[in-house]
């Protein structure tokens, strides 16, 4: 009787997906080893990783990944036996391997060609297996993506989304990044998208570009450049001579994010028990629509509170299988807290804590990139040298701290350094250099830090490759902005600097408070709400140049009248006979004004982009309980929105007057902006 063939590709997937786990974990025990030289638990610990990677390697049929590990197995022979001792260059030419393993799986499992670098890794592991590493050509700066031996043209295309000025990019800024890695040509700036003038939207970009780029930079380092936009453009990058790739599938990182879950069996056990309970509860109600007696009736309002209660305990269940922990993005910066060190000759301890604390999978997914930049940015910028950090009193070795927290209903991270801080006056200085600010205009510390998200702005004296060229902290906001988050920033000069992110557990049901503005239900997230409260007339001022401000225990904060922003006609004007509701936008507070607060409650966010555009200050819509729609309001979208806004300023200092019948009459385009959002 014949055997049936067994089908592997099946289970290529969970090989990979287990792969790229053991190579994270070979990359932590190496930075462990470095601290505890000649652990044997440590070394084996590699050497099972690696081992395991090569067996199921050999399953599947990918001969270079398991010639790879063959080699990286020969080389950690003897240094479990004890004949060969780790050294710094040995330490470099192992990580360099878990790159290059990592490069291999991902290529195999996209079925990809890998670079030239894989091979060059490859003969320095044989080749040290035989002698001293230090006879190996070996780097000498580290480098997270091999470059090639010698240079490379390639040809890019780039077609940026209408919507890209909205993230806070600027494509020209970019195309200056890109030639600054090598000799451009070619450059060509197609302007056929471009509508007649009376229909062009000042916000939108209509524009593509293509060029040449001959350098000595490989495809990762190019589509680098690309980091921050390549959800918001298409992009090509294609090696003259050589296959097309795409700038969006360069693996970055010492991992790569899962592409599936783990659920634990209990889990599933419960999900399975709530269905059979809900299929009960719906099975009540339809034979008790059948039979509509009074009996019935009482039977429906039964089955319904039961429904109900299965329905939330079900909700809760099923976004629980989707948290992950933070951990799984936070191992993958003492890796590269190591290699920027070493690149800028400087001695970092970085902290880890929280790993244990979950958050949605698609919260995590999107929260690497913004981390890995302020990583870096506490690296280059934040920390001293040794030796400044000596005549400076403190240890040579400076501290970024990075934690995650559970706080009410969001995930609070936390990135600290105990560097030199932020210098207050040089970034005022550089501000009113290139027209943030007014000359003259007297800024608060904290207004000050926040001039460091604004679009281009970069203190950085010189450019180098991580940083200095004026992409990074907005694109940063930007990117936070987009999780339905919040970031905000705290210095002190030559004590360090903190930035705090303040994170929703799960992007697709938020707790939020519907309120009322004229005639329309909104939601604002309640994560970003401080308080609300009906003003006096003592609470109410105005500000020549600053517009209105409500004080709140003698804190001034800028009142936004929420129908002016949004277009729409108010039930009162007079901010007496309305409500005041205190938002955080960031580090800062604004107060929106509304008629009536109608209560709060869970509601499922909708997209609006996918359906129409993104729209300044929402972040989506839901369907309410009576099945209208609303939309969920961004508390620091619509503060942007409303400085942005040109408004006639009241006079000085003096408090606002009752104004019972005027309503301003908003501009038509901004009218017809929230009544298409609406429809």
């Not at 003038?197 to 916000?203: A, G, K, Q």
């Not at 991270?413 to 210098?423: F, T």
């Not at 460091?452 to 694109?475: K, N, W």
Request: charged share 25%.
């Amino acid at each position: 009787m014949p055997v049936a063939e067994i089908d592997l590709s099946i289970f290529r997937s969970t090989f990979f997906d287990e792969a790229l786990e053991h190579v994270a974990d070979i990359e932590a025990a190496l930075l462990e080893l470095e601290e505890n030289q000649g652990d044997r638990e440590l070394l084996n610990r590699i050497f099972r990783g690696a081992h395991s990677i090569k067996g199921g390697s050999g399953t599947f049929g990918l001969n270079d990944v398991t010639c790879f590990t063959h080699a990286l197995e020969s080389l950690l022979d003897p240094l479990r036996d004890g004949t060969m001792q780790l050294d710094e260059t040995l330490a470099d030419l192992l990580f360099r391997s878990t790159d290059v393993l990592q490069e291999l799986l991902v290529a195999a499992r996209a079925g990809t060609a890998t670079g030239p670098g894989s091979e060059a890794v490859l003969a320095e592991l044989r080749a040290a297996v035989h002698g001293p590493v230090s006879a190996v050509a070996v780097p000498a700066r580290v480098s997270r993506a091999p470059k090639p031996a010698a240079l490379c043209e390639y040809r890019i295309s780039f077609v940026p989304h209408a919507e890209i000025f909205m993230q806070g990019m600027d494509p020209v800024l970019l195309l200056r990044n890109l030639c600054a890695l090598g000799d451009a040509s070619q450059l060509v700036l197609e302007e056929s998208g471009l509508p007649e003038l009376r229909e062009l939207d000042p916000e939108r970009c209509y524009l593509r570009w293509s060029l040449r780029l001959r350098t000595d930079k490989s495809a990762l380092e190019v589509a680098d450049v690309f980091a921050f936009v390549e959800d918001a453009s298409q992009i090509e990058i294609e090696e003259i001579g050589a296959p097309r790739v795409e700038a969006a599938s360069a693996p970055r990182g010492p991992a790569v994010p899962p592409s599936t879950l783990r659920v634990s069996t209990d889990k599933l056990d419960r999900l399975v028990n709530l269905v059979g309970e809900l299929v009960i509860a719906q099975s009540m109600i339809t034979q008790s629509l059948r039979d509509p007696s009074g009996a019935s009736i009482a039977r429906l309002e039964e089955a319904a509170v039961e429904m109900e209660r299965n329905t939330r305990e079900l909700q809760d269940l099923v976004m629980s299988v989707r948290m992950v922990p933070m951990g799984s993005v936070f191992n993958r910066f003492p890796r590269l807290a190591r290699d920027l060190a070493l690149q800028c000759n400087k001695r970092i301890q970085l902290e880890l804590e929280g790993g244990e604390t979950e958050i949605d999978k698609g919260v995590i997914e999107q929260l690497a990139d913004p981390l890995t930049h302020l990583i870096r940015n506490a690296i280059d910028h934040g920390l001293e040298t040794p030796e400044e950090r000596i005549a400076a009193g403190k240890s040579e070795i400076g501290t970024i701290q990075l934690s995650a927290y559970h706080q009410g209903g969001s995930v609070i991270v936390d990135v600290r350094d105990d560097g030199r801080g932020l210098n207050a006056e040089r970034i005022h200085q550089k501000a009113t250099a290139v027209g943030l600010v007014r000359p003259g205009d007297k800024l608060s510390e904290e207004q000050i830090h926040a001039l460091i998200f604004e679009p281009g702005f970069s203190t950085a004296s010189s450019v180098t490759d991580l940083s200095g060229r004026g992409v990074g902290m907005d694109v940063v906001r930007r990117n936070i902005d987009a999780l339905n988050g919040s970031i905000a920033l705290t210095s002190q000069q030559g004590k360090g600097t903190r930035l705090r992110i303040r994170l929703p557990l799960t992007l697709a049901i938020l707790e939020g408070l519907s309120l009322r503005v004229g005639d329309q239900v909104f939601v604002l997230p309640l994560l970003s709400i401080v308080e609300s409260f009906r003003p006096t007339h003592e609470q109410l001022r105005s500000v020549l140049g600053r517009g209105e401000i409500v004080l709140v225990r003698n804190e001034a904060i800028p009142l936004v009248r929420l129908y002016e922003v949004l277009g729409i006609v108010p039930e009162a004007t007079d901010p007496r006979l309305a409500l005041v509701v205190i938002v955080e936008t960031g580090a800062t507070k604004i107060g929106l004004l509304v008629d009536e607060l109608l209560g709060q409650g869970q509601v499922v966010v909708k997209s609006l982009e996918a359906h129409y555009r993104k729209v300044e200050g929402v972040m989506g819509a839901t369907i309410l309980g009576d099945g209208k729609v609303a939309l969920i309001l961004d508390a620091e979208g619509l503060g942007r929105r409303a400085l942005n806004a040109t408004r006639p300023a009241p006079l000085p200092n003096r408090p606002i007057p009752r104004a019972e019948g005027h309503v301003p009459s908003p501009s038509a385009e901004r009218s017809s902006v929230w009544s298409s959002a609406q429809h």
